[in-house]
């Protein structure tokens, strides 16, 4: 059973205090304060609470950079920002900016994030990222929301039969240049060409749970599941696309400045809502994310990298 089967609010074995926010997917976490180490045993329990609601939310952390890359690394080894970041800020290689500000620069106008469809984390790596985690600074006044989708729930909800076709395809996942022609970043792109196939359900190294791991952002490019015509393809995957992203999978979370978003990147998919860029406010938050291993399908098989290299962290 996905469901979130607990009381509207529990207060766990330590000071935690772990609210669910939907009925599949999102709890807000309270009692802790980010920029502390944490005693191991509430490591763990973040952890736990990670697994079982996929997205965690803390707000009002004032927490900056060197604390955000600290508390992630309670988590596992922390990657450079990005495969294709070339300026992150000075002293912290693990921060990605996620900068509206850049995007006017870079493409001459204001989007409030780098990427306006669902995805999960860089699933174009042979290896994408066990976890993200997200911190707000500047934000518009409304709008610039994101929301979550909890895949473990889109496969259960699958029809049998189509959870079975599901199990025993792998899908082309590859980064489209969302870069301006000619750019830095778009020479980053090409030369760095990361292309993998996945299996398209995922079983969670930690839980043992199956999940729809379809990423739209990096399987709309190709739209390529080996073995199958190009039609084929495109009306599967819009199939499954639309299966992963129900609303009823998902979670839709409103920032203020130091709230922080923490999400596990082999269960979810996750969407920037595209409902500010034209209103002209600046929307700036910061991303970390942790080392991830091989996705392995149902019957072992693991992903087959295609192009590129493996992303580890320290
Ligand atoms: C991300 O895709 O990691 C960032 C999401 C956002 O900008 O809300």
């Not at 518009?140 to 599901?166: H, K």
């Not at 190009?230 to 129900?246: F, N």
Request: aromatic fraction near 8%; glycine fraction near 8%; charge should be negative.
């Amino acid at each position: 059973m996905t469901e979130i089967q607990d009381k509207p609010r529990t207060t766990s074995s330590s000071s935690l205090d772990i609210a669910p926010v939907t009925g599949y997917i999102g709890a807000q976490i309270g009692g802790v304060d980010l920029r502390e180490a944490q005693p191991a045993a509430v490591v763990d329990e973040i952890q736990d609470a990670l697994h079982k609601y996929k997205v965690l939310f803390f707000r009002d952390q004032q927490i900056g950079h060197a604390e955000q890359v600290a508390f992630a690394r309670q988590f596992g080894a922390v990657t450079p920002a990005h495969p294709h970041e070339e300026n992150p800020p000075e002293g912290f290689p693990e921060i990605l900016p996620i900068d509206s500000r850049r995007y006017e620069q870079n493409l001459g106008r204001k989007r409030t994030s780098y990427d306006h469809s669902w995805h999960t984390d860089v699933t174009a790596l042979v290896n994408p990222p066990a976890a993200s985690i997200l911190r707000a600074d500047i934000l518009p006044p409304y709008g610039g929301d994101t929301a979550w989708t909890n895949l473990v729930a889109a496969y259960e909800g699958l029809p049998r039969q189509l959870r079975e076709l599901a199990d025993a395809i792998d899908i082309k996942h590859q980064f489209a240049p969302r870069a301006a022609e000619g750019s830095e970043r778009a020479r980053k792109v090409a030369e760095t060409n990361l292309v993998t196939f996945h299996p398209a359900v995922r079983v969670h190294p930690v839980t043992g749970e199956r999940a729809l791991f379809v990423s739209p952002g990096f399987t709309r490019g190709a739209r390529e599941i080996r073995g199958f015509s190009p039609e084929q393809s495109e009306k599967i995957l819009s199939l499954l696309w639309a299966e992963a992203t129900r609303v009823e999978y998902t979670v839709r979370f409103r920032w203020a400045p130091g709230s922080v978003a923490f999400w596990d990147n082999r269960a979810t998919a996750h969407l920037a809502i595209a409902d500010a860029g034209h209103l002209g406010h600046d929307r700036v938050l910061y991303r970390v994310t942790l080392e991830g291993d091989v996705p392995r399908g149902v019957d072992g098989r693991e992903s087959e990298l295609i192009s590129g290299t493996p992303f580890y962290g320290s």
